[in-house]
């Protein structure tokens, strides 16, 4: 807190902003409306205006004859700091609640240049009835005087119960330099009058309580911080940035025994570690919702704050948790959609009715959605090359594909063509024996499914699988990688635009294979 000291204003030299005072049946009450800080900065600078013409030599006689007749008058009764006008002492009696400040206009007066700027004042309170006052001295020779009651800021305020003690018991004024925000000490200050200060605060906004909240704790006033964190932890917050203001000036508190428990709560919880059972339950909701378009938007909402997960710093076992949760989900889909398929290839299944049919078919859709789904956020977090594993390893299931309808089965691949995205992009790095049983095992199926994979899935990107496949064989040894693209060629002679093009991986195998090493041997040959 500022520096107080006995109030010295020079006379003379304070223009006065005289305010009336709003008694209220709750007492005394001396909260401004921000419009006087306003409009007593914008007095105080006032805009450029632009020059008049020449005046005639008449008019500037007129002038020259006003001007001395305001200097004589003003020397006569010089101005006094703290006193107003008969008409603003009526419009104090007459307020009976609080009204937009009356601001008497400046008078102008010639002084010398090397004078001091004079200095910008209003006043709140009833000197009549106060014992005290209180000068709060702001930038730029800003200042505002209070009437306030000694007894009242001893009861309400530590801060000023400590600076009038019984040493200093005589005085009557302080003076407070250097106020950061002189608006809101005023208003603090009026809270002491208030009997009813929920009532005062619950016409507030979040960012001006906050305000309140800096002086309270400045002041040490208990009762209005109280208030304060009541109304904090009761008004919504709006926004993130909102939210990151209160739980900093709350945290400020915190250290000092204030009870910010209620508030803080808000935003923490006393359980330390991140809730496992709370990410299952709702990673269970989600895939075994059967409402698309519900499914849809969450699965996009929970990819996009895991994302967010990932980029906080120095949660590696928040990660480990998450990832081993993810890992629990896949298996529970991979061990669902084989026992689908088992049921589907069943022989007696084919002459079953369409109504028993249907929700199986519609459910192997569902699994295979939401095992992209998870492969999607395990690549995100860098964490797929098991998936990659577990389905590499799926023969059984990569049998009864073939024995499946493609109409029923297509969406399945889609998953093995996300893989081989992946690996092509850098996002998994599974083993080499991995990436070999990948590609034995899954993709003669993709193959298989190409054509409805074209215009079945949405968000297939031919090209882009493509070069994933194609990569994903140039990873592998030379010989793994004659075996699997001449394999492909046959497929490809055969069925055209309805199997992947992997032109560009067999142009860098046939490099590797039939120039590079003639190409070394000549150079080491030159050497």
């Known amino acids: 807190m500022a520096e107080i000291r006995l109030a010295t204003v020079e006379q003379g030299r304070t223009k006065i902003r005289n305010v009336p005072i709003a008694v209220t049946p709750e007492g005394f009450w001396c909260c401004p409306s921000p419009v006087v800080f306003q409009k007593t900065h914008k007095a105080k600078n006032p805009p450029n205006r632009p020059k008049p013409s020449s005046p005639s030599p008449k008019t500037t006689a007129q002038k020259k004859e006003t001007t001395q007749l305001i200097e004589k008058k003003t020397a006569s009764t010089p101005l006094r700091p703290g006193v107003a006008s008969d008409g603003q002492r009526n419009l104090r009696s007459d307020t009976s609640g609080m009204s937009a400040p009356n601001v008497v206009p400046e008078r102008t007066s010639r002084h010398k240049i090397e004078n001091p700027p004079r200095k910008v004042a209003i006043e709140f309170g009833e000197p009549g009835t106060s014992n005290m006052k209180v000068v709060l001295l702001g930038k730029q020779g800003f200042c505002v005087k209070l009437s306030v009651h000694k007894n009242v800021l001893v009861d309400n305020s530590s801060f000023f119960a400590d600076k009038l003690s019984e040493e200093q018991s005589g005085l009557s004024c302080l003076e407070i330099d250097d106020c950061e925000d002189i608006e809101i000490y005023v208003e603090t200050v009026g809270l002491m009058y208030c009997k009813d200060m929920k009532q005062r605060l619950i016409k507030q906004s979040v960012s001006r309580v906050l305000r309140i909240l800096k002086v309270a704790e400045l002041l040490g006033f208990s009762l209005c911080i109280k208030s304060c964190l009541e109304y904090l932890e009761a008004v919504p917050w709006v926004g993130e940035e909102e939210e990151e203001k209160v739980v900093s000036s709350v945290l400020r508190l915190q250290g000092e025994g204030i009870g910010v428990t209620p508030v803080l709560k808000r935003v923490s919880s006393e359980v330390s570690n991140p809730p496992k059972d709370t990410l299952s339950h709702i990673m269970d909701l989600v895939l075994k919702s059967n409402e698309e378009r519900g499914r849809r938007e969450m699965k996009t909402i ?223 040959f030159n050497f």
């Open 302 to 524: 929970v990819l996009k704050l895991l994302r967010e997960n990932n980029s906080v710093p120095n949660c590696a076992g928040s990660a480990d948790i998450c990832n081993e949760t993810i890992y629990t989900s896949c298996r529970s889909c991979f061990n669902s959609l084989l026992s689908l398929f088992r049921q589907a290839t069943e022989p007696e299944f084919a002459d079953k009715s369409m109504d028993i049919k249907d929700p199986v078919v519609k459910q192997i859709l569902l699994e295979a959605d939401n095992l992209s789904w998870l492969l999607d956020i395990l690549a995100d977090r860098q964490a797929a090359d098991e998936f990659a594993l577990i389905w590499a390893s799926q023969q059984e299931l990569a049998v009864l594909h073939t024995k499946m309808p493609i109409v029923s089965r297509y969406h399945v691949s889609c998953i093995t063509a996300r893989l081989f995205v992946g690996i092509g992009r850098g996002e998994l790095l599974p083993p080499k024996e991995a990436r070999q049983m990948l590609l034995q095992t899954w993709l003669q199926p993709l193959i298989n499914d190409y054509s409805w994979l074209q215009h079945g899935c949405r968000s297939f990107d031919r090209k882009v699988v493509e070069e994933g496949i194609g990569r994903t064989i140039l990873t592998l040894p030379l010989e793994d990688q004659q075996s699997i693209l001449l394999s492909w060629l046959g497929s490809f002679l055969k069925a055209g635009d309805n199997c992947p093009n992997l032109q560009r991986a067999f142009e860098v195998w046939w490099r590797r294979t039939f120039i590079r090493p003639y190409v070394d041997a000549q150079e080491n």
